[in-house]
């Protein structure tokens, strides 16, 4: 081989290697980026998991990234006082109660209001979507009291609920349902939207109705924005505690979980270490949700962002 021949080569291979090591490089870069923005929230949730398990006098004297090393001092304890001294049990069916109507409400009718935005001719539809999405920009504050006072003035209270032998959350049910379905509505419709026209010319050739095309078609391949909407709506219901405060208040017989933690903040103020077990404890819902549906995730909430 020539000398002029070899250090062509050289040259390509010093060429070639250049974008490669900047393509390593920013590779490292970015699995750094991750892993620290993981261990950023990890680390918060950990420490709290294991304050929930130490004694009272271990977490006033030291940190809790002490209670790893020997000799490890760790209690149920702190769970059974939560479980018995703040009604614990209440604030959870009352959570339930309120999270699951408020989820499949909204998601329900927007999936709805978004096959017809998406794939249904009528007046207007363009300026009727660009207006409800609109809602979007209200902050929710600025809906309290209107709603509150048609509330009151309707008896769509707690108590009168009560006696009606009605379940007293329907106020929670129908306000949740309103702030979640302009959000639910837009992202089911942009997903919706991508669906391929020629499965609904199909359906309509051989026959099937609106009905029978959005139970048979849309539906079944909406799974993954569908998932993502629940996960988003659940999630923000069960960790709601303005909403919840407005529309309930602090009665300890209908309140949710995260009303009956802020009182144990008011009441448990010395008693850190029932604070930390009771946090956690309403972690666990919403952490098993989302672990559950978590591989539906990215797929639904990229939804309709790119198209083709």
């Known amino acids: 081989m020539s000398v002029a021949t070899a250090g062509r080569l050289e040259s390509t291979a010093a060429a070639w290697s250049l974008p490669w090591l900047a393509q390593r490089l920013q590779r490292s870069l970015l699995h750094i980026a991750v892993i620290g923005l993981t261990l950023v929230w990890i680390i918060p949730t950990l420490g709290l998991l294991i304050s929930s398990f130490r004694p009272s006098t271990q977490i006033l004297t030291t940190g809790w990234w002490t209670a790893v090393s020997p000799p490890l001092q760790f209690t149920l304890q702190n769970y059974q006082d939560m479980l018995s001294q703040s009604n614990m049990g209440t604030?959870?069916?009352?959570?339930?109660?309120?999270?699951?109507?408020s989820t499949v409400i909204?998601?329900?009718?927007?999936?709805?209001?978004?096959?017809?935005f998406a794939w249904m001719k009528f007046p207007f539809r363009d300026w009727i979507f660009l207006a409800f999405v609109g809602l979007l920009a209200?902050?929710?504050q600025l809906t309290f009291v209107p709603v509150l006072s048609f509330f009151v003035a309707h008896g769509?209270?707690?108590d009168n609920l009560t006696s009606l032998g009605l379940p007293p959350w329907i106020g929670l049910w129908l306000a949740h349902a309103g702030y979640g379905l302009p959000?639910?509505?837009?992202?089911?419709?942009?997903?919706?939207?991508q669906l391929p026209s020629d499965l609904f010319e199909s359906a309509e050739i051989d026959g099937a109705g609106t009905l029978t095309v959005f139970f048979r078609i849309v539906l079944p391949l909406s799974v993954p924005a569908l998932a993502s909407l629940i996960i988003f709506q659940f999630l923000w219901v069960w960790n709601d505690l303005l909403v919840a405060l407005i529309y309930v208040g602090g009665s300890v017989e209908v309140a949710p979980l995260t009303v009956n933690l802020a009182n144990l903040t008011n009441s448990l103020g010395q008693g850190y270490q029932l604070l930390t077990a009771a946090a956690f404890f309403s972690m666990v819902i919403p952490l098993a949700v989302f672990l559950s549906l978590q591989r539906y995730f990215v797929r639904g909430i990229l939804a309709g962002s790119v198209k083709g």
Do not use: E, G, K, Q
């Open 91 to 101: 604030a959870i069916f009352n959570s339930f109660m309120v999270s699951i109507p």
């Open 106 to 116: 909204p998601v329900t009718i927007a999936a709805f209001a978004a096959y017809a």
């Open 138 to 140: 209200v902050p929710l």
């Open 156 to 158: 769509i209270v707690p």
């Open 183 to 193: 959000f639910s509505t837009y992202l089911l419709a942009n997903f919706f939207r």
